[in-house]
């Protein structure tokens, strides 16, 4: 069974520039998470999706940070414009339907660098 | 809000040494905590989940706790390899299944 896919891996641009990450969840996991994870801290939650439907987007700094997940599968976290203080690593997990408490698989995460 | 940390920061041991990782966190109403594993520049690797009605689990060389009324959780490793240097993160899990991360244990396993 195929993990949790994410593209690019690195992802190098200068200030204010936009820029977009994807994500493919393990096949048939219905919840969708976008984590941010800065060098020496753990991740924290940007973004919850159940199916298409953004159910949790409180840490999401909406002034210049969007996602979306058309069709409930894959999903985009867009930047734009980046700042210098946007470098870290967008890690995105998945979870099944079910119960409350469910395991998350998390992907390789893609390292972004902000000159 | 949920506060969720780890002792200790780094920790170096000779192989073949048994080993505590501990993780406490502020507010007791979870429903389950992880324990992950995570290489340098890598994702996260899910090791062990423990239900907020369990005390333990075990994976291997690896024994997770729980003690749910008193905050605090430890990862046991066994014997433990070169291969498991590693940065090692426990996760609380809330409401909406919301994952509170301490900010882990960095460990090297020297030969």
């Known amino acids: 069974e195929a993990g949790v896919v994410q593209s690019p891996r690195y992802k190098i641009i200068e200030k204010k520039q936009p820029v977009a990450f994807w994500c493919n969840p393990i096949?048939?996991?219905?919840?969708l998470y976008w984590y941010l994870q800065n060098l020496g801290q753990g991740p924290e939650l940007l973004i919850r999706y159940e199916n298409e439907e953004a159910v949790d987007d409180s840490q999401l700094p909406k002034d210049r940070f969007s996602a979306e997940r058309l069709k409930g599968v894959d999903s985009t976290l867009k930047i734009q414009p980046a700042e210098l203080g946007d470098s870290a690593v967008y890690l995105c997990?998945?979870?099944?339907?079910?119960?409350?408490?469910?395991?998350?698989?998390f992907g390789p995460g893609t390292r972004l660098t902000v000159l | 809000k949920q506060e969720v940390t780890q002792i200790p920061a780094a920790l170096s041991v000779p192989e073949g040494e048994n080993l505590v990782l501990n993780c406490s966190f502020t507010?007791?109403?979870?429903?389950?905590l992880q324990w992950f594993r995570q290489d340098p520049g890598k994702g996260l690797t899910s090791l062990l989940l423990?239900?907020?009605?369990?005390r333990e689990q075990t994976s291997g060389r690896l024994n997770a706790s729980l003690d749910k009324s008193s905050g605090r959780s430890t990862l046991y490793i066994a014997a433990s390899q070169p291969g498991d240097s590693a940065t090692y993160l426990c996760a609380v899990a809330g409401g909406g299944n919301k994952l509170t991360f301490g900010t882990g244990t960095q460990l090297k396993v020297e030969l």
């Open positions: 507010d007791s109403a979870i429903y389950n």
């Open positions: 423990i239900q907020s009605s369990q």
């Open positions: 997990a998945s979870s099944p339907a079910g119960a409350v408490a469910r395991e998350q698989f």
């Open positions: 096949s048939g996991h219905n919840t």
